[in-house]
C-alpha cells in the first residue's frame, strides 16, 4: 500500500537531500566506479578480422573521463581463459598506491582468469593519460584505452579551447602477439617486422586507403561509418579552437602527426604543460602523450588530411588517415595532396621538435643538485645464442614473486639480490656494436632510498649491427621527471653536465634517446614503491630493456591481500593486509 | 696429492657400496625425477608450421617410463609468458596426493610464468597411460606426452610379447588454441571444424600423403626421415609378438585403428587387463588406451599400412597413416591397398568392438549393489545466445580458486554451495532437441561419502539440431570404474537394471556413450580428493561438458603450499602444509 503513495514522507526527504547534496557533490572530489571484463573478442581494426584483446566487448577499451582529485575505483575481471592479466594506468604516479600500478611481477600478483582485481587510485593531476595491459605483450593484443584527467571544478587550464578531440594511437600486426613472442624468444629471434596498420582509437585501413583517389597503388577504401575500422573523422566548426589530444601506445612504431594547412600549438606533454609552441608537425613516441591546440581558420570549405606516418625506422607502413571534417560539409576525404612527413631518418627534424619542448612558466623546477647519478648504457646482446636488450650489460627478467611484497617482506630468494651495476666501462664505443656482444640476464634491483634526487643519464649505442642505432622512449613508472637534456655520443661528466637544461626543463614520463645520443632526466625519490623504467617499446621490453628501482619499500603499508596472494608472498596475506 | 692415489680407501668404499646396493635399488621402487619446463615453439606437426606447446623443446612432451610402485616426481617449470600451465597425469589414481592431479582451478592453483611445482605421486599400477595439459585448451596446443607403467620387478604381463610398439594419437588444427577458445565462447559460436591432421607421436602429413602413389588427388610425401612430420614407422622383425600400445589424446576425433593384413588381440584397456580378444580393427576415443598384440607372421617381403581413420563425425580429415616396417624391407610405404575403416557412422561396428572389452578373469569385480546411482543427462543448450553443454542442464563453469582447498578449508563464496541436480525430467524426450534450450551455467559440486558404491547413468540426447546426437568419452579422475553395460535411447531401472554386467566389467577410467545412448558405471569412493568426471572432447569440457565430484575432502591432509598459494585460499598457505 505504501508504495502507491506519490510522496511518502520518505520520498520528500530523499527528494529534498538529492537537490541539497547535489552540487556539493559536484564540486567535490568523486569516487568513479567502473566494472570491467577483459578477454579476448575476434575484431577488424585494420579491416582484417583478428583476435584482439577488449574491456567489456569493445576494443579500444571505454575511455575513463575523470576530475583532478578524483578516485577512479576500476573493478577488474578476468574473463581470459588462461592468461593473467594486469593494466597500467600511464601517468599515474599512483600516490600511496604502489600496488595500484598494474605491472605484473612488480607491483602486483596477476589477475588470474576469473578472479577481480579492484584497482583504487587517484588522479591528482589534470591531463592526457592511457593505460594498458603490462604483462606480456598484452598491450600490442590491444588491451589499451584513454584516460584523460579534467581540471578539477573551480580550476582552469591555462589556455583556452572550444572543443576537444581524442586520438589514441597504435600499431597492429595481422600476426597475433602469442606468435610474436615466441618468435622473439626464439633461437634465432624471429623479429616481429613493422606494423601492418597505423591505428587511431583503434581503426586503421589495412587493404584500401582514405586517400586512394591520390595514388595509383592504392584502391580507394568503401567502408560504412559504422564499420569496426572506419576513421574517427574529427568533426569541427570553423573559426573555433580545438584541443587534439594525442597519446601513444604503439607496440613499436614512433609516430608523427601533421595536419593539411594548420599549425598546431603544443601545450600538454603526459600531463604537465608546457611554453605554448607553435609546430608544423609532431613527433609522438611510444608512451607519450600530447594536447595541441588547432584553430579551424582555413577554407571551411573543404576537408583536410590527418596524416600519422612512421619515424625513425624505414616505414614499410602507410601513413594512417583520417579527416579533419568542417561543419556542415560530408566527411569526404579531401583532395589535398596529402601532408609530407620528414624523412623517416630526418633525426635534426626529431630533434628540434624535441628541444621545443619546455616548461610552462611556473612549473616545479628542479632540484639544482643531484645526490645520485645513474648511467644505463643501452645495448642490444646476445645471450646463449637469443637475442636481448640489456642496460650495462644486465637483460631484466622478471621474477615470478612481485618485487612489491618479496621486498616489503624481505623474502630471500624471489629475485637476484645484487643490484646491477650504476655505470658502464668508459672504454665502451656507443658508435660500434658491442666488441663482446655477450651479456646476462638478472632480476636484480635499484634501490632508492627516500627523499632524493636521482639524476639518470641513458646512454644509446649500436645495436648487434654495424651502422644502427635505434630510438627507444623510456617510461618511468610512480614519477614525472624533468628532462634536462639530450645530446649526442657518449655523455661525458665535463663536457655536458654544465649545460643541462635546470631553468625551464620540462617535466614527463617518457622520454626518447636518439640513434647514437644521450638524455638526462632528474626526478625526486618521493613515491615509496617498486617502479619499473623501460623501454616502452613492447618487443624490446620483452626481450629485457629495463631496470626497476625499489623506492623506499620500507615505507609501504597495508597492501592489499590480492596484490601479494601468489608465490613466495602467498603467506604474507594473513597477517598484512587491510581488506 | 691425494686426488693423484687412485684407490683410496673412500673410493674403495664407495666402489664396494655401489655394487652391494645396486641390485637392491633396481629391485625396489624407485623415485623417478624429471625436470620439465614447458613453453611454446615453431613446430611442424603435420608438415605446417604452427605455434606448439612443448616440453624442455620438443612435442610431444618426453615419455616417462617408470615401474609400478615407482614413485614419479615431476618438476615443472613455466615458461610461457602470460599462461598459467598445469599437467594431468590421465589414468593415474593419485591415491593419497589428490593435489598433484593436475586439474586448474580443481586440484591445484595454476603453475604461473616461471614458477615451479613438483608433482609427485605414485604409479601403483602397470598399463599405457598419457600425460596432457588441463587448463583451457593447452591439451590441444600439444601439451601432452606418454607415460608408461612396467610391472613391478619380478612381476610378470599376463601376455606374452617379444617387443613393444608405442603411438600416442592425436588432432591437429592450424588455427591456434586461443583463437579456436575464442570461436568457441563468441556468440554465435564459431565451430573449431574438423581437424586438419591426423597425428601419430606428433607427426601427420598435411599437404601429401604417404599413399600418394596410391590416389590420383594427393601427391606423395617427400620426407626426409628426420622431419619433424615424419611418420613414426614401425619397425618389426618377421614371426614376432609386438606390444603395440595406443592412446589417444585427441581434441575431437573418435579413431579407428587397422592394420593391412594384420589382426590385433587386444590385452589391456587403460591400464586394466582384459579378455583376450581379436579384433580387425579397433575404436580409440579421446582418454583411452589400449595395448593390442600383433604377431608378425605375414609376407615379410613385404611392409603394411597402419591408418588411423575418423570415427563419428563427417570425417574430414585424411587418416592417419604409417608403417609397419618388415627387417630388413626398406621403410617404402606399401603398394598395397589402404586398410578400409567402417563407414564414419557405422555405430553397429563401434558398440560390437566395446561390447566385446571385459575384465581378465580375476580382475577385481564390482560391489553386487550401489548405494548412489546419479543419472547424468548430456545435452546441447544455449545459455545468453552462447552455445554450451550442460549436465542436467547445468553447464559447468570453474571457479577461480581451486576446489581442493576451498572445500578444505570450508570457505564460503570460493564456488556455487547449491549441489547440481542428480537425475532429470523423466519428460525430457532424448530423441528430440530440447524444447527449452535455455540451461544455467554453475560451479557446484556432487558431495561423495567414503566408502560408497556410485553408479553414474550417462545419458547421451539429441542436440540442438534435429538428428544429431554425438559420441561422449566421458573420463573419470581419481578413479577406475567399471563398465557395466551400453544401451540405446534413455535409461531404464526396470528394463535395463538388472541386464547390466555384474560379472565381468572392465575397469576403465574412459567410457564412451554412443549417440542417443546409455553408458553405466560404477565406482567406490575410496579415494579423496575432488574429482573431474567430463567429456575428454577439449572443446565439449571448454563449453561446460562436465561435472565435479568432491570425495570426502575432509580426509585429506596435508597439501602442499603450492597447490593452495592463489585466491581464496592464498592465506591457508601459512598454516596448513608440509612443505
Chains 1, 2 share one sequence.
Request: hydrophobic letters at 35%; glycine letters at 8%; a neutral charge.
Amino acid at each position: 500500500m505504501a508504495s502507491s503513495r506519490p510522496f511518502s514522507c520518505l520520498n520528500i526527504v530523499v527528494f529534498l537531500c538529492f537537490f541539497y547534496v547535489l552540487p556539493q557533490v559536484s564540486l567535490a572530489a568523486k569516487a568513479r566506479h567502473f566494472h570491467w571484463e577483459v578477454g579476448y573478442l575476434f575484431w577488424s581494426p585494420d579491416c582484417v578480422e583478428n583476435p584482439v584483446m577488449g574491456i567489456n566487448g569493445q576494443y579500444p577499451g571505454p575511455t575513463i573521463r575523470a576530475k583532478a582529485g578524483d578516485t577512479v575505483v576500476v573493478h577488474l575481471h578476468n574473463k581470459l581463459h588462461t592468461e593473467g592479466v594486469v593494466i597500467h594506468w600511464h601517468g599515474i604516479r599512483q600516490f600511496e598506491t604502489p600496488w595500484a600500478d598494474g605491472t605484473a611481477s612488480i607491483s602486483q600478483c596477476v589477475i588470474n582468469p576469473e578472479e577481480t582485481f579492484v584497482y583504487r587510485f587517484k588522479v591528482d593531476k589534470a591531463g592526457t593519460y592511457f593505460y594498458h595491459g603490462h604483462y606480456g605483450m598484452q598491450r600490442s593484443a590491444g588491451l589499451y584505452g584513454s584516460l584523460i584527467v579534467d581540471v578539477a571544478d573551480g580550476e582552469k587550464e591555462p589556455f583556452h579551447y572550444d572543443g576537444e578531440l581524442n586520438l589514441l594511437l597504435s600499431d597492429w600486426w595481422h600476426q597475433n602477439v602469442h606468435e610474436q613472442e615466441i618468435g622473439l624468444s626464439s633461437n634465432p629471434m624471429r623479429w616481429i617486422g613493422e606494423p601492418q596498420s597505423i591505428l587511431m582509437n583503434g581503426k586503421g585501413q589495412y587493404n584500401c586507403s582514405l586517400a586512394g583517389h591520390l595514388s595509383k597503388k592504392t584502391s580507394l577504401c568503401k567502408l560504412r561509418a559504422d564499420a569496426q575500422c572506419a576513421p574517427p573523422i574529427l568533426h569541427v566548426l570553423p573559426n573555433k579552437t580545438y584541443r587534439l589530444r594525442l597519446a601513444s601506445t604503439t607496440s613499436l612504431a614512433s609516430l608523427n602527426l601533421a595536419i593539411g594547412h594548420h599549425k598546431m600549438v603544443l601545450v600538454e606533454a603526459d600531463g604537465n604543460y608546457v611554453q605554448p609552441v607553435t609546430l608544423d608537425d609532431i613527433d609522438i613516441y611510444s608512451g607519450e602523450s600530447y594536447s595541441v591546440l588547432i584553430t579551424t581558420n582555413q577554407n571551411p570549405s573543404m576537408n583536410y588530411w590527418v596524416s600519422l606516418g612512421v619515424r625513425g625506422r624505414h616505414p614499410a607502413t602507410p601513413p594512417g588517415l583520417t579527416i579533419l571534417n568542417y561543419h556542415p560539409n560530408t566527411a569526404r576525404p579531401p583532395s589535398s595532396p596529402l601532408p609530407i612527413h620528414a624523412a623517416w631518418d630526418d633525426y635534426p627534424h626529431s630533434k628540434a621538435i624535441a628541444n621545443k619542448i619546455l616548461a610552462l612558466q611556473g612549473s616545479p623546477k628542479p632540484p639544482t643538485r643531484y645526490d645520485r647519478r645513474i648511467y644505463l648504457l643501452n645495448t642490444q646482446n646476445k645471450i646463449n645464442g637469443f637475442t636481448k636488450w640489456s642496460i650495462n650489460n644486465v637483460s631484466l627478467a622478471l621474477p615470478s614473486t612481485p618485487y612489491l611484497g618479496s621486498i616489503k617482506f624481505g623474502l630471500k630468494g624471489a629475485f637476484d639480490h645484487q643490484s646491477p651495476p650504476e655505470n658502464f666501462s668508459s672504454e665502451y664505443d656507443v658508435m660500434k656494436p658491442p666488441s663482446n656482444p655477450n651479456s646476462t640476464v638478472s632480476s636484480g634491483v635499484y634501490k632508492l632510498e627516500f627523499g632524493k634526487t636521482i639524476d639518470v643519464i641513458l646512454q644509446n649505442a649500436n645495436a648487434l649491427n654495424a651502422n644502427v642505432s635505434e630510438i627507444h622512449p623510456w617510461h618511468l613508472h610512480g614519477h614525472d621527471f624533468w628532462v634536462l637534456g639530450y645530446g649526442e655520443g657518449k655523455f661525458s661528466e665535463e663536457k655536458h653536465s654544465k649545460n643541462l637544461n635546470l631553468k625551464n626543463p620540462p617535466l614527463r614520463n617518457t622520454v626518447v634517446i636518439f640513434p647514437y645520443g644521450w638524455t638526462a632526466i632528474r626526478f625526486v625519490t618521493d613515491n615509496p614503491g617498486v617502479w619499473a623504467f623501460h623501454c616502452h617499446i613492447e618487443p624490446h621490453l620483452h626481450m629485457g630493456m629495463g631496470v626497476i628501482f625499489a623506492e623506499s619499500v620500507e615505507r609501504i603499508k597495508n597492501i592489499p591481500q590480492a596484490a601479494i596472494g601468489c608465490g613466495m608472498t602467498a603467506k604474507m596475506v594473513m597477517n598484512n593486509s587491510h581488506t
